[in-house]
Each structure stands twice: as structure tokens, then as C-alpha cells.
């Protein structure tokens, strides 16, 4: 496993940055910024204002990542597991996970927690406490990275 | 315009996953390994986060409207449900084998690693499957 530098300023900047990105999508065009909505709302052959705005969203997450990884070194300091299959097992399951549960890190995490949603506090506190579980199974049960 | 601040805030969003070191997946990892690497750097990301956009949303909300649309979408739904829990466990199973959620695998496809695209096409695939059980609520 990777060793990672705790960065709480880093940390607290990003997290402005996303409360802010949050606040903006909803004072505008009323939308809840949530990556699962987003992300599902493009699997659509029905290119309508549903779809386009969701692009748009997209587009600009692309082109902030990528700018801002320019001087933050992002993309040389990123870490994967190292099985292929366990990233495709994650990703079905963060796939399936997501449509079902109807909301991820950023849609129940930040933003329904934000508007006191039951569900998104629930959700949230069940996926941190399953994912906190899995990490440690993994790690130190079966020892694997 | 409307458009303009959706780029800004897809801008804003990936900037503050990037600047945050929430795009790379090991950060993910050790922030939930509470008995062994523990960085505890995501709990200020997302105490931040909370803190902004609920203040926000408090006074974007008073306001009764958005400024480039009718009305807020909102979820409806308040019902805790089995698909619910089942759903937020099985991300969190996803999360914690891969350390991966939806917005920092497809923010980390700029980088260029096939385990991003591998990632994120295994995440499509898992979407789909699960939009073919018939309880899967619609988008707005």
C-alpha cells in the first residue's frame, strides 16, 4: 500500500472548492451536484437539455481536473490498487452500488446531507461504515494491498 | 449563460477533487484505514464541503427559486427502503476494494491511466445492469 501525506489545507481548500461548485449548480439551474446523477444522465440516447447540461457539467470537470493537475502534480502522485480485476470488481459495484442507492460521495455525501435529507445521512453513514470495513478485511485479514 | 455556470461549477468541482487529493484512489484507501495508513485528510474535504453548501443552500433556498430555472430539482423521496441500504453498501463494498466513488474515476480519466478507463468502463456497465432492475428510480 501507498503511503499518503496528510494534507488538511489542501483538504480544506478542495472542500471549499466543491461546496462552492455545489452551491453554484444549485443557485443556477437548481440541480443537485451529484457525480452518480450526472454520470447516469449520459448513458441516454435522448440528447434533450437533461442530457446537455450534464455534459456540459462533465466537460467542465475534465478541463478543471486537468488544469489544476498541471501545477498540483496530481497525475504523477495518483496511486491505484494493483489488481486490474479488484479496479472491475470496484467498478461494477460502484456502478450498480450508485444506481440503486441513488446517490454517491458527492449527491448524498455533500449535497443531501446539506439539505438534512434522512436518506443521504443514512446512505452516507452506510457506505462509510461498509467501505471502512472492506479496507480493513482487505488489508489486514487478507493481507493483500 | 445557464451553461456558463454549469462549465464553472464542473470546473470548481474538479478543481476541488484535484487540490484535495481526493482523485487519487490510495488517499481514498488510507483515509479509510482507521487501524493502519489512516490520513485523515478527507474528513476536512468533506467537513468543508458540508459547512459551504449548507450555508449556501439555505440562502439559495429562501430565495424560493434558481436564477436560470423555473424550479429546483429536488429528490421526493423520503422513503428508507431496501434498495437504498442494499445500493449504499454495495458502493461502499466497490469503494473500499478500489478506492474509486463516480466523480474522482471520471475526473482522473485526464491523466491517462488504463486503470481509470478500466475503471470507469466497468462503472458504465455496472450502471446499466442495475438500470435493468425494474425498481431503479427514473432521472429527472
Known sequence: MTITEFTPYAGVLGGALIGLAAVILMATVGRIMGATGIFRGLLTTNFDEAFRWRLVFIVGLLIGTAWTGLFTGAAHSISFVSNNYIIVIGGLLVGAGTTLGNGCTSGHGICGISRFSKRSVLATCVFMVVAIITVFIVRHILGIS | ?140
Open chain 2, 1 to 140: 449563460m445557464r451553461k456558463i455556470f454549469v462549465l464553472l461549477s464542473g470546473l470548481l468541482f474538479g478543481a476541488g477533487l484535484t487540490i484535495s487529493g481526493m482523485v487519487n484512489p490510495a488517499k481514498i484507501l488510507n483515509f479509510l484505514d482507521l487501524t493502519g495508513q489512516f490520513d485523515a485528510t478527507l474528513i476536512f474535504v468533506m467537513g468543508t464541503g458540508l459547512i459551504i453548501t449548507t450555508l449556501g443552500y439555505q440562502l439559495i433556498f429562501k430565495r424560493g427559486k434558481p436564477f436560470f430555472d423555473t424550479e429546483f430539482h429536488l429528490p421526493t423521496s423520503e422513503i428508507i427502503d431496501t434498495k437504498l441500504i442494499a445500493g449504499a453498501a454495495m458502493f461502499g463494498l466497490g469503494w473500499g476494494l478500489s478506492g474509486f466513488c463516480p466523480g474522482p474515476a471520471i475526473a482522473s480519466l485526464v491523466f491517462g491511466y488504463q486503470q481509470s478507463l478500466i475503471f470507469v468502463a466497468a462503472m458504465i456497465v455496472g450502471t446499466l445492469l442495475a438500470r435493468l432492475i425494474p425498481v431503479t428510480t427514473k432521472l429527472d
